[in-house]
């Protein structure tokens, strides 16, 4: 792997301009950690990459790199891109064993993390480096939200985020409290009792979307996100359709393969997937079957009713006549994307969200309560890993300035483009 990386490396022309730079979210310095490497600094280079982005080896797996980094690699014009994600991920996972600092001196600040997805965890160690004392509050048994239960495991290895625990948790001295739902017996009010100055929102979005047809409720229906929580509690049978043509569909459709299902059908309302194109390749050379501008009507035990319908330019779409047609299959799985659930909202007052129920946050992330902030997909809606780390990046600076009593739009003028 060594030498493919090294290879790799050579291929980097250290463009003045890096357009890879300009296309990664959180503009990780490309050029400068690849010189870093072949220069034989190589944990300087690891420094680097986690300096910028606490999640760096997370993102070298699950980034859309053809669309940011390698898709603007002027190498990629006229042939292949450097794949910086091989690289990233070489540097930063050979890098992170080595990583033993302790945790900062503390300045007696408490602050509390609720949720441990991609954007809670980017906090927590942004924060822990400044001194703060960081407790993390996560729903589940643990760490990393999205990241360990709705990404598959041949995607994102759970070792990647066991690894994170350890060398970013545990040595930052930042507790983690586990199984544990804020908005139940323990709520906001309780948190800024106990001397917490600010807290941190950051519980991503479970609620799945539903398609508001007849059969929804039925015994072989599921939803996705429920089902890459646990793919191993499903019987599916030996034939699916899976409704839905995102990224997170792909990962059913792979994952569902992966778990003994012999035939997987995917639909898709729109002729273009909405999904990565990294990820359909992958998913239809697993063997999975797409079929393009159906819309369904109807689940019923035998399968799924689907009609046709005509796509055009302006978004619009029209059912054709007389189209409709059962796809049978054992199972159904329902992959439209999700929103958030309402608790914390429902016993926090004074903090208020949208018609679509994600929480109401200005651009530093402040919510509708001082001293509250939230980012990530309960904010945006689902998004990317990178986005959520980016601009949580910005929130934590903004959370510092609050707490410290700075001018926030003047700490904070350089992260606002």
């Known amino acids: ?21 300009k296309g990664c979210p959180i503009h990780t310095p490309i050029p400068k950690v690849i010189r870093m490497m072949l220069d034989g600094k190589l944990d300087e280079a690891g420094w680097t990459l986690f300096e910028n982005n606490p999640l760096t080896t997370v993102c070298s797996l699950v980034c859309n790199h053809e669309n940011q980094c390698e898709g603007h690699c002027v190498l990629g014009r006229k042939g292949a891109p450097v794949h910086f994600s091989s690289i990233e991920n070489y540097i930063s996972s050979t890098y992170s064993s080595k990583m033993n600092k302790g945790p900062a001196p503390s300045n007696g600040i408490r602050v509390a993390i609720v949720g441990s997805g991609p954007a809670g965890l980017t906090i927590a160690v942004i924060l822990a480096r400044k001194g703060y004392q960081v407790t993390i509050f996560e729903g589940k048994d643990k760490i990393g939200g999205v990241l360990r239960y709705g990404i598959p495991d041949f995607r994102l290895p759970k ?27 323990i709520t906001i009010e309780n948190m800024l009792e106990d001397g ?60 569902a393969l992966r778990k003994g299902v012999r035939e997987v059908n995917c639909f898709s309302l729109t002729r273009k997937i909405a999904a990565s194109k990294h990820e359909f390749d992958y998913a239809e050379l697993e063997g999975v079957r797409f079929h393009y501008n159906k819309r369904p009507v109807e689940i019923v035990d035998e399968g799924v009713i689907f009609e046709d319908v005509a796509e055009y330019e302006d978004g619009t779409f029209e059912a054709l ?12 799985i329902i992959s439209i994307s999700q929103g958030p659930r309402s608790r914390l909202v429902n016993t926090t007052p004074g903090l208020q969200a949208n018609q679509r129920g994600l929480l109401v946050a200005d651009e530093y992330g402040r919510t509708t309560r001082p001293g509250i902030f939230a980012s990530g997909d309960v904010v945006a809606g689902a998004r990317t890993v990178v986005e959520a780390v980016a601009h949580s990046k910005m929130v934590a600076e903004a959370m510092d300035a609050y707490m410290q009593g700075y001018d926030l739009e003047k700490k904070l003028k350089g992260f606002i483009k």
């Open 1 to 21: 792997m060594a030498v493919h990386i090294l290879e790799e490396a050579r291929r980097c022309l250290n463009c003045k301009v890096p357009m890879c730079q």
């Open 159 to 185: 070792s990647v985020l066991d690894d994170f625990e350890y060398h970013h948790l545990v040595l930052k001295n930042i507790k983690v409290r586990p199984n544990t739902t804020i908005g139940g017996a």
């Open 196 to 255: 917490y100055k600010s807290i941190f929102l950051g519980t991503g979005v479970w609620q799945p979307n539903t398609l508001h047809i007849k059969g929804e409720t039925l015994g072989n229906v599921h939803y996705g996100i429920n089902y890459l929580n646990n793919p191993d509690s499903y019987r599916l049978g030996q034939t699916i359709n899976v409704i839905g043509a995102g990224n997170a569909a792909m990962d059913v459709c792979r994952t």
């Open 321 to 332: 006549p007389e189209s409709r047609k059962l796809y049978a299959a054992d199972s159904t």
